[in-house]
């Protein structure tokens, strides 16, 4: 049972960007695909610690609009919300995906003045292939592997992550996918990942790249996931700790992949308080 959770009571009135192009990607047939993303912004004259949302869809679907009612809740409460598109495997396989991702934390970087964002204060969050791709980004930021080519002079690094019903150990996976024969969950990984070999699963797992320093880390999952199961979340939050990361397992009894359980109220608050507490004490923004 999750218990309630305090909400600030100062709420904002927000203003949409839709349709900003961060990137000319390109696909592995060499086309040019403008990578796009929407932006939902407090308005007032300080700037907004920065929250960029990645969606799921088995890395097959990237729709940044799908979840902007929902996202809303953060900007009415003083974060700046990019929801950001990102190439799928239709176009491209890992590690294309989180390359957009970074590129797309330096773009918002770039236009901090434009946008108000305070760039000294960005998360991420996602949900399914969006947590994995999150939790990536969360832990490789700042580093040359996975960068991409655009605005290397901007930082990637990231304050904190928000990651739902995730991805985090591939070798892991594929050992219950095989046991349980889910031969429809191992193909969209192949699809993914591209090679079927030991060492590309664990150069795409987000738990290799843990370490003493890495950001703090909220986990959600549900316990009747049949897509992805909790315990890749339970094994992460067990991983992360050992290594004295913060981080913050919640486990939703008898919940699905993506159910509704997930946009709760409960929900948004604890993960609202989550970026707070993390908040340096000199921000301005998200009061």
């Known amino acids: 049972m999750i218990q309630q959770r305090s909400v600030s009571k100062v709420r904002y009135d927000t203003r949409m960007y839709c349709g900003i192009t961060y ?6 047939r060499a086309m040019a695909l403008p990578l796009q993303l929407h932006l939902i ?8 610690p920065l929250l960029v ?9 990237s729709a940044p609009d799908r979840h902007l009612p929902e996202l809303a809740f ?3 409460n003083g974060f700046t919300v990019a929801s950001i598109g990102y190439r799928t495997t239709a176009h491209d396989g890992f590690p294309a995906q989180i390359e957009d991702v970074r590129t797309a934390i330096r773009f918002l970087r770039l ?12 998360y991420v969050c996602g949900g399914s292939a969006g947590a994995y791709l999150a939790a990536m ?3 490789t930021g700042g580093q040359p592997k996975f960068r991409g080519a655009e605005y290397t002079d ?3 690094t990231v304050s904190g992550a928000i990651c739902l019903y995730g991805i985090y150990d591939f070798p892991k996976l594929m050992v219950t996918l095989s046991t349980e024969k889910n031969t429809q969950g191992q193909a969209v990984v192949w699809e993914f990942l591209r090679n079927q070999d030991m060492l590309t699963l664990i150069e795409a797992s987000p738990t290799y790249y843990i370490a003493a320093d890495s950001v703090p880390f909220l ?14 979340s339970i094994l992460f939050h067990d991983q992360l700790t050992q290594s004295q990361v913060p981080a913050e397992l919640v486990l939703l009894e008898g919940a699905g992949h993506a159910s509704p359980d997930f946009s709760q109220p409960e929900i948004q608050s604890l993960e609202l308080e989550f970026l707070k507490n993390n908040l340096s004490p000199n921000s301005k923004g998200a009061e």
């Open 137 to 139: 980004a969360a832990l």
């Open 74 to 76: 953060f900007a009415e």
């Open 23 to 28: 990137t000319q990607a390109r696909t592995a």
């Open 53 to 61: 949302y990645i969606g799921g869809g088995g890395w097959r679907v």
């Open 219 to 232: 986990l959600l999952h549900g316990t009747e996931d049949r897509l992805v199961p909790h315990q890749q």
């Open 111 to 122: 236009h901090a003045n434009q946008f108000h964002i305070d760039p000294e204060h960005v």
């Open 41 to 48: 912004s407090p308005i007032g004259g300080e700037r907004f």
């Open 154 to 156: 901007i930082p990637d």
